[in-house]
């Protein structure tokens, strides 16, 4: 049973975390040959200001 984390910045919609999620399963699949209903995607969000890089928080970055 292959289970993948991935932790992503909080923000995207509802549809581009099913793609996402569609996607990694889809590529787990075809790289294990594992069967899609065993494969778990976990989507860890993290919001915006406890993630940092060289000390300066996304929600502090200028765009």
């Given at each position: 049973m292959?289970?993948?984390?991935?932790?992503?910045?909080?923000?995207?919609?509802v549809?581009?975390?099913?793609?996402?999620?569609?996607e990694?399963?889809?590529?787990?699949?075809?790289?294990?040959?594992?069967?899609p209903?065993?494969?778990?995607?976990?989507?860890?969000?993290?919001p915006?200001?406890?993630w940092?890089?060289?000390?300066?928080?996304?929600?502090?970055e200028k765009?």
């Amino acid at each position: 049973m292959p289970i993948a984390n991935i932790h992503i910045l909080e923000g995207r919609n509802v549809e581009q975390k099913r793609h996402l999620i569609a996607e990694v399963t889809d590529a787990i699949s075809r790289s294990l040959g594992a069967d899609p209903s065993t494969i778990k995607v976990l989507l860890i969000e993290i919001p915006k200001e406890n993630w940092a890089t060289a000390g300066v928080t996304k929600a502090e970055e200028k765009i």
